[in-house]
């Protein structure tokens, strides 16, 4: 059992290119985030989904698009690359969205714009 | 606004006890969870409160104070691989997570 894998580890991305971070989870998990984590920074949500076929906007959604066709991925594009979108960028999926349900993140993605 | 604060970095000595401290303020509050991040790596679970009190997990502890916005993490007999950065962070009205910017822990022996 994977968990949470993520791809690719790391990117090296032109500005102004398209670029979709992929993240899979064989836990059944019903919802997913995506999370950028940039240094002196805590984490910032990006986009969620609490169930397959919904996604919602985060904390800093500009920039970045998702979907949710099933309930095992959870792709984030970018559509045209920026200097600040530089960051690692953490996928996330928790069983449910109730007090208790913990989130469990995989290994994320480095990516660099420039 | 939202606001999760807690010390930037901590310096401890192997074997001893360190308490991390985190306070918040948020809209509404539906539970507090710590985790360890080591560097490069993901963030893992270490522990959740929702009610006051202390919880108590082997060698880590957490304690919260809902009146006052504060929570703490226990970390005792420590080893070298407690080496890593702690984030607190608190599940808001939303059911959303908001996060600390994390405490960086240096154990030295």
């Known amino acids: 059992i994977a968990g949470i894998t993520q791809a690719p580890t790391s990117q090296i991305l032109a500005a102004g290119r398209r670029m979709t971070l992929r993240c899979t989870q064989d836990?059944?998990?019903?919802?997913m985030y995506w999370y950028r984590q940039d240094l002196g920074l805590g984490l910032r949500l990006i986009h969620y989904?609490?169930?397959?076929?919904?996604?919602g906007k985060g904390e800093v959604p500009d920039g970045y698009s998702v979907s949710r066709a099933n309930t095992d991925d959870f792709p984030l594009t970018l559509a045209s690359a920026v200097p600040s979108q530089t960051s690692v960028y953490f996928c996330?999926?928790?069983?449910?969205?109730?007090?208790?349900?913990?989130?469990?993140f995989g290994p994320g993605t480095r990516l660099t714009v420039l | 606004g939202q606001n999760i604060d807690q010390p930037t970095e901590m310096t401890a000595t192997e074997g001893a006890i360190v308490q991390i401290n985190c306070t918040y303020q948020?809209?509404?509050?539906?539970?507090l969870f710590w985790y360890q991040q080591h560097a490069g790596e993901a963030p893992t679970f270490l522990s959740y409160?929702?009610l006051d009190g202390l919880e108590e997990k082997g060698r880590f502890s957490s304690f919260l104070s809902r009146s006052k916005g504060y929570s703490y993490l226990l970390l005792k007999e420590l080893q070298m691989k407690d080496s890593a950065s702690y984030l607190c962070?608190?599940?808001?009205?939303?059911?959303?997570?908001?996060w600390g910017a994390g405490t960086k822990l240096i154990i030295k022996p």
């Open positions: 989904s609490n169930t397959a076929g919904t996604t």
């Open positions: 962070a608190v599940r808001d009205s939303n059911y959303q997570l908001i």
């Open positions: 409160n929702v």
């Open positions: 836990m059944r998990h019903n919802a």
């Open positions: 948020t809209s509404g509050f539906n539970g």
């Open positions: 996330a999926s928790s069983p449910g969205t109730g007090d208790t349900d913990t989130q469990y």
